[in-house]
């Protein structure tokens, strides 16, 4: 956050910009494109090929556990199928991109110019298209799980998104193989006959023609976004309805809070992002598979949101980048990795049971200057 | 707007859970800056016919008008929406938030809310969250908390919380104020405090207000008007001193006299 000349005057609690500020609402955003630009050019450098993979992955991982923690976090609807929204994302990503390549240039990946190594190609753009049509489309799905969590709570709802996971796992095994030319086995566009069902892979997953656009840049890019939003949500009217409705439903509703309308929008709003993650890990170089959509992956998400801190969005960052790098860093160990990365997170929970932060951020645990209370009560309001 | 018509007219209402009658045929008629009081012996229905008027549970029977307006049927947030709100009688504020957002959560429904102003701060989301802040922050005063508007609602010392929850029941700015039970576990003094602060944000805001309470001597202080339930039936409906006299209340509180 910026100092503001008048902050001695203003005692807000946390900082909102000045009347007529409002070109600085975008400073956050410029931000975050130097942090990815740094990403990009800095942080292969520094690190070398191998960290910058999982540095990709981790990027990726920050999305999926801002965006889950506006659902599990802010709201405190606990939802566990959250991959279902992230490989819809991904699916609905890799189609566009793949199937509009060769539409448009003939041929999938032939229009690389990868940001890092070139100029901004065509293709990469498309990957962009591709996962703004991913999140559209898991937004979608986020609305029609949305709907039973106005009648379902706790338990019983995180059995329908477990349930809506496995579902969106399924379907894409059932989905058709990915139609090729007879002669020389490439790719090609499907035939009227082969859109049903969509030819997305089936089992064996969306495992061609997929190019890995999605950089560093992009990665850290669409996760600053996502910070973003997630924070700004939380500092208004909007975010303090969805925390009223995880404190205590009737009283946000007789506080007049439309917990049906804000409960539709969360699962949206997070579906939305988990579909941008899902749209750049199917760029990310990896194959998606139906078992994307599993619970394995909405457990992992899960353990960064509570292990952050339920509704922090910084604890939730902290933990996606620890988690996902600490698998890595552990591999020296090999056998044991997965038994002392379990542990960890077991020592975690009985030490911290409230997460990392708990529901406030990281800033707030150094101290402020800051006039903490006004000086004097407004006007006519003295006892 | 005519001045004579009640500002709060509940004609009727009543609901059963299976083959308990939890509250038949109440009637309320509470005129505009009105205090009523709502009182009964414990299970007399008092929390229930606050359920039913905003909107909890919905009557089965009769009408509920605010302001010339139905509200009967509506959902909560509709009826909080239309200027009625509430404080509970086990505390319900939102435990985790700060002093200040417990307020500005209820400040919310005073204005709009899009999706696009919220995410690029435009002008007019940034004015209203200062416009909201600044209210917020007004009521606060009111009972002194401003002081502590950063701590979490759930460390504030009960009786400060019973007052947050009436500050809070007040940004939604509403037309009628429904307190339940807001002196209980109170101790004199700080009865005596309340009794003075609902008459004073009563006349500072304009505030209609029906009060449930246990105790007699707050209710009979301050109210001008006294519905009285017993087993969901309403037995009694006037001022404080024919209140006071009336047999069949002092049955309902003490049991039938003896010898008869």
Not at chain 1, 345 to 356: E, Y
Not at chain 2, 23 to 43: C, K
Not at chain 2, 193 to 215: K, S, V, Y
Request: charged share 15%.
């Amino acid at each position: 956050m910026t100092t503001r000349p008048n902050a001695s005057t203003s005692p807000v609690p946390s900082p909102l910009p000045g009347a007529g500020a409002w070109p600085r609402a975008w400073l956050p955003v410029g931000i975050a494109l130097l942090v990815a630009l740094l990403m990009q050019f800095g942080f292969p450098a520094l690190t070398g090929e191998f960290v910058s993979k999982v540095g990709l992955q981790a990027g990726i991982a920050v999305i999926l556990a801002v965006s889950l923690n506006i659902v599990n976090g802010y709201t405190g609807q606990f939802s566990i199928g959250h991959a279902g929204f992230f490989a819809i994302g991904a699916y609905a990503a890799a189609a566009t991109s793949v199937y509009g390549s060769i539409a448009i240039w003939g041929a999938p990946g032939r229009q690389a110019g990868l940001l890092g190594t070139g100029v901004l190609g065509w293709g990469e753009l498309l990957m962009v298209g591709g996962c703004v049509i991913g999140a559209i489309v898991a937004a979608l799905a986020g609305y029609l799980v949305g709907l039973p969590s106005l009648r379902l709570r706790g338990d019983y709802l995180a059995i329908v998104t477990l349930g809506f996971g496995e579902i969106v796992r399924v379907l894409l095994q059932q989905s058709g193989r990915l139609p090729r030319t007879e002669e020389d086995e490439l790719l090609r566009l499907p035939t009227a006959g082969e859109l049903f069902p969509p030819p997305l892979g089936g089992a064996q997953g969306f495992d061609d023609g997929v190019v890995p656009y999605a950089s560093l840049f992009w990665v850290y890019l669409l996760a600053g976004i996502t910070c973003i939003v997630a924070f700004r949500l939380k500092q208004s009217s909007m975010g303090r309805a969805f925390l009223s409705i995880r404190e205590d439903e009737i009283a946000a509703r007789a506080m007049g809070v439309d917990i049906a309308r804000y409960k539709v929008r969360a699962f949206v709003i997070a579906a939305f992002f988990a579909g941008i993650a899902g749209g750049l890990y199917a760029h990310s170089g990896s194959v998606i598979q139906p078992k994307d959509a599993g619970f394995a992956r909405s457990f992992d998400v899960i353990i960064m949101v509570v292990l952050g801190g339920m509704g922090s969005i910084s604890g939730a960052v902290v933990a996606a980048l620890v988690l996902s790098a600490l698998p890595e860093l552990l591999r020296d160990f090999d056998a044991f990795r997965l038994i002392i990365y379990a542990l960890l997170l077991i020592i975690m929970m009985i030490v911290r049971p409230q997460g990392l932060f708990g529901v406030r951020e990281i800033w707030d645990f150094f101290p402020r200057r800051r006039a903490a209370t006004p000086a004097t009560p407004p006007a006519g309001a003295t006892p | 707007m005519t001045n004579d018509a009640p500002l709060l007219d509940v004609a009727g209402i009543g609901i059963t859970f299976g083959g308990l009658k939890a509250v038949q045929d109440l009637s309320l008629r509470i005129p505009r800056g009105g205090l009523h009081g709502l009182i009964g012996p414990n299970g007399a229905g008092k929390t229930t016919a606050f359920n039913l008027l905003t909107g909890v549970y919905q009557t089965q029977t009769g009408r509920i008008t605010l302001d010339g307006r139905r509200v009967d049927g509506l959902k909560p947030h509709e009826i909080a929406q239309a200027g009625l709100s509430r404080t509970f009688q086990n505390i319900r504020l939102f435990p985790n938030l700060s002093v200040i957002d417990n307020v500005r959560v209820a400040c919310h429904l005073r204005g709009s809310h899009s999706l696009a102003g919220t995410l690029l701060r435009s002008p007019a989301h940034l004015e209203q969250e200062r416009r909201v802040l600044a209210r917020s922050r007004e009521l606060l005063a009111v009972f002194g908390l401003h002081t502590r508007e950063h701590e979490q609602a759930k460390n504030l010392p009960y009786g400060d919380q019973r007052r947050l929850e009436i500050l809070r029941a007040m940004g939604t700015e509403p037309k009628v104020l429904l307190l339940d039970e807001p002196a209980a576990g109170m101790n004199p003094q700080e009865k005596k405090d309340l009794a003075a602060a609902i008459n004073r944000i009563r006349t500072e805001f304009g505030l209609t207000i029906l009060l449930i309470e246990h105790d007699m001597g707050l209710v009979m202080d301050i109210c001008e008007h006294i519905t009285v339930l017993d087993y969901g039936v309403t037995i009694a409906a006037a001022p404080p001193a024919e209140i006071q006299r009336n047999p069949k209340v002092i049955e309902a509180y003490l049991g039938e006299p003896a010898g008869t």
